[in-house]
C-alpha cells in the first residue's frame, strides 16, 4: 500500500516470472503504469475475492498494465482506479482473462475505475480479451466507459454484465469497439453516452451478438440508444431483445450505412 513508482508496477512489477495473489488488497499505489505490470511474456493469476483499487496511473492501466504474457483474474475486483491516458482498470497489450465473479468497477455509482482519455475500465490496446461470467459496472471514461477494445484487438464476452457505465462527453457507455468482438448471453443496461452509442459505439471491424439483451441504455444527445454502428463495421444480431433504450435518432440501433446481418 502506497508504494509510488516512476515507472510501470508501482506495488509490483512482474517481469518474465509467474506471479500468484491470492486473498490479497493491493491499493493506494502510483506509477506510470499500473500498480501491477506484467512484461516479458509473465504469467499473473489473481485469485480468491483480491481487490485492486485505488491506484493511479500517470500515464495508462491505474490497476493493472498487462504489456506481455498473461493476467488471469478469478472472483476478484478491480475498482476505483485511474489512469490519465486510458485504462482506468486494465491496460491489455497482451492476454487478458477475466473469470468466475470477477467485477470490473463496482456496485456502487462512484466507486468504479476511471480515466481521462479511453476505456474507463478496460483499455485492449491491440491484444485478446475475453470474460466469462463478470460484471463491467460504474466505470467512466472520455469515451468508451466500460471497454475500448482498439485497433487489431480481439474481445469476447460470455455470461457477462455490462452495467452503468458513462462516458463524459463523448460515445460508447458501455464498449468502443474497432476490432473484432463477439458477445454472447450478456446482459448491457443503464449505460450512458452523449455523442453516439449509449452501449454500443462500433467503429470497424466485426460485431457478432446472440441471446443478449439491451435494456435501458441512453445516448443523451445523437444517435444509437443501445447500438451505433459505423460505416465500416458489420454486425450481426441474433436472438436478442431490447427494451426502452433512448436516443435523439435510433432509440435501439443507429446504423450508418452499414451491413447488418
Not at 509467474?18 to 493469476?45: C, E, K, M, R, Y
Not at 485492449?124 to 477494445?149: F, H, K, P, R, T
Not at 444527445?221 to 426502452?244: C, K, P, R, W
Amino acid at each position: 500500500t502506497g508504494h509510488t513508482s516512476d515507472d510501470s508496477g508501482a506495488a509490483i512489477g512482474n517481469v518474465g516470472g509467474s506471479l500468484t495473489i491470492n486473498n490479497t488488497i493491493i491499493s493506494g499505489n502510483q506509477a506510470a503504469g499500473g500498480a501491477i505490470s506484467n512484461n516479458f511474456d509473465g504469467s499473473v493469476i489473481i485469485s480468491n475475492n483480491s481487490s485492486i483499487t485505488d491506484n493511479t496511473s500517470t500515464s495508462h492501466g491505474g490497476g493493472i498494465a498487462n504489456y506481455s504474457g498473461d493476467v488471469t483474474i478469478f472472483d476478484s475486483q478491480i475498482s476505483n482506479n485511474h489512469a490519465v491516458t486510458g485504462g482506468g482498470g486494465i491496460y491489455n497489450t497482451a492476454d487478458l482473462h477475466l473469470e468466475a465473479g470477477t467485477i470490473i468497477g463496482s456496485e456502487l455509482s462512484g466507486q468504479g475505475n476511471t480515466t481521462d482519455a479511453s476505456g474507463g475500465g478496460i483499455y485492449n490496446a491491440g491484444g485478446d480479451v475475453e470474460l466469462n461470467d463478470v460484471s463491467v459496472l460504474y466505470n467512466e471514461a472520455n469515451d468508451a466507459g466500460g471497454i475500448y477494445n482498439a485497433t487489431l484487438s480481439t474481445l469476447v464476452i460470455n455470461n457477462s454484465v455490462i452495467s452503468n457505465n458513462v462516458t463524459v462527453p463523448s460515445y460508447g457507455g458501455g464498449i468502443v469497439n474497432d476490432a473484432d468482438m463477439v458477445i454472447n448471453t450478456s446482459t448491457f443496461s443503464g449505460n450512458m453516452a452523449r455523442a453516439g452509442g449509449g452501449a454500443l459505439y462500433l467503429i470497424n471491424g466485426i460485431t457478432s451478438i446472440d441471446k443478449s439483451t439491451f435494456e435501458v441504455n441512453i445516448d443523451q444527445t445523437l444517435h444509437g440508444g443501445a447500438i451505433s454502428v459505423g460505416s465500416l463495421h458489420a454486425l450481426s444480431i441474433t436472438n436478442s431483445s431490447f427494451y426502452a433504450n433512448s436516443a435523439y435518432d435510433g432509440g435501439a440501433i443507429y446504423a450508418d450505412s452499414t451491413q447488418i446481418l
